[in-house]
């Protein structure tokens, strides 16, 4: 059964929706960017519905000033006190639940790595957490060299190339940063994700062609659980992304 809820953070009205169902493990779902809480093609809202039919309970939320939510959008790294409110009305119209696992993509994912314990969640799962932009106008250095590696396997990529469909300055530029490029010494997103998460169970879901989760990689040397999904798509849009993301979840809440 899904819910609409309203409950309140700091003097304004937030807006979340339960798919409720009588397992005691929920899933908590946090929005990245200013996504609202229905996901990317609806993509979390589908999610919520497939896992709430195999028995585990559901919440979504609009945080401040994104979506049906009041109130300002100040970006992830205010977003604590919005995670705890959905943490307490979670527990509220859901009382069965007895443990809950947070579950975020791209910077909310570096959020609830920087504000679960505050807010009482015991499990995460972090998909391709944002660290930072790259310092110029080009992919992360690891997603240029795998880029061009693809391209030189396809021919149609080389009559492109002969036939001018393809930008060689911007080429040369890529391939100047792929080859100068050295390891990220200390990333200080990376490293505050690192000292909040501790000793709290976590895993990370990485989609081996996007380029946010290819920059975290490389600025991540604490290694951990890493499970990888073969797509270029950040929101796990690509045939056969959404059941993988699914499995995963189901496991981390098992």
């Given amino acids: 059964m899904r819910e609409l809820i309203s409950f309140p953070c700091q003097g304004d009205a937030l807006a979340g929706t339960l798919d409720d169902a009588a397992g005691s493990t929920g899933l908590l779902i946090v929005s990245g960017g200013n996504e609202i809480r229905c996901g990317a093609h609806r993509g979390m809202a589908l999610l919520a519905a497939d896992l709430a039919a195999s028995g585990i309970p559901v919440f979504r939320f609009d945080r401040r000033g994104i979506g049906d939510s009041e109130g300002a959008n100040h970006g992830y790294a205010d977003s604590g006190p919005d995670i705890a409110a959905a943490v307490t009305a979670f527990r509220t119209v859901a009382p069965q639940v007895k ?21 009482g969640i015991e499990s995460l799962v972090l998909a391709n957490p944002w660290v930072g932009d790259e310092g110029d106008d080009l992919p992360p250095a690891d997603a240029i060299r795998s880029h061009y590696a693809d391209r030189v396997r396809d021919p149609k990529q080389w009559l492109r190339l002969v036939s001018g469909g393809i930008n060689i300055g911007k080429v040369i530029k890529g391939l100047r940063k792929a080859s100068a490029a050295i390891p990220e010494v200390s990333n200080p997103i990376a490293e505050r994700m690192a000292t909040a998460l501790g000793d709290t169970p976590h895993r990370f879901l990485l989609a081996n062609r996007d380029n ?26 690509r045939a056969g992304d959404a059941a993988w993301l699914a499995n995963q979840l189901r496991e981390a809440l098992a």
């Fill in 99 to 119: 443990r809950i696992v947070g579950f975020g993509n791209c910077d909310a994912a570096t959020a609830l790595a920087l504000f679960h314990r505050e807010a």
């Fill in 212 to 237: 946010t989760a290819i920059r975290f990689a490389s600025a991540w040397p604490h290694g951990g659980d890493k499970r990888e999904c073969a797509t270029d798509s950040h929101s796990f849009a």
